[in-house]
């Protein structure tokens, strides 16, 4: 499993970024795929979340402002982030995620920096 998130920056209050996240070494079609960050002294938080089928999900404090999409024929996941704020500074991972029998097994790849200015 390779994953390789871009597309970070900084960016003023409010402003939007778009995270790119290429991913390659399995079947991309048929598989969860999520944005998780992580901020400086904080553990990391599952941000967005979409299907196989399309189905999304959010955490709350994402609610609204960010958008997760996917294009299977490009093997890619995109977090479109508007209304950016500085607690949303952190770096941004995607990952690829499998559930068996209750379980998720996540499979992270390298985070994109993203710091947001007040």
């Known amino acids: 499993v390779q994953l390789q998130a871009s597309g970070g920056g900084l960016v003023q209050a409010g402003g939007s970024l778009r995270l790119s996240c290429a991913a390659s070494?399995?079947?991309?079609?048929?598989?969860?795929m999520n944005w998780h960050r992580q901020a400086p002294g904080n553990q990391r938080e599952l941000v967005a979340t979409?299907?196989?089928?399309?189905?999304?999900d959010y955490a709350d404090s994402v609610k609204g402002r960010f958008t997760i999409s996917r294009d299977n024929a490009k093997n890619t996941v995109y977090l479109q982030m508007n209304g950016l704020k500085p607690e949303d500074t952190a770096v941004y991972y995607c990952?690829?995620?499998?559930?068996?029998?209750?379980?998720?097994?996540?499979?992270w790849g390298r985070g994109t920096q993203v710091t947001v200015s007040s």
């Open positions: 070494g399995f079947i991309f079609s048929i598989t969860t």
């Open positions: 979409i299907t196989s089928g399309g189905s999304t």
């Open positions: 990952t690829a995620s499998n559930t068996s029998r209750g379980a998720t097994i996540y499979y």
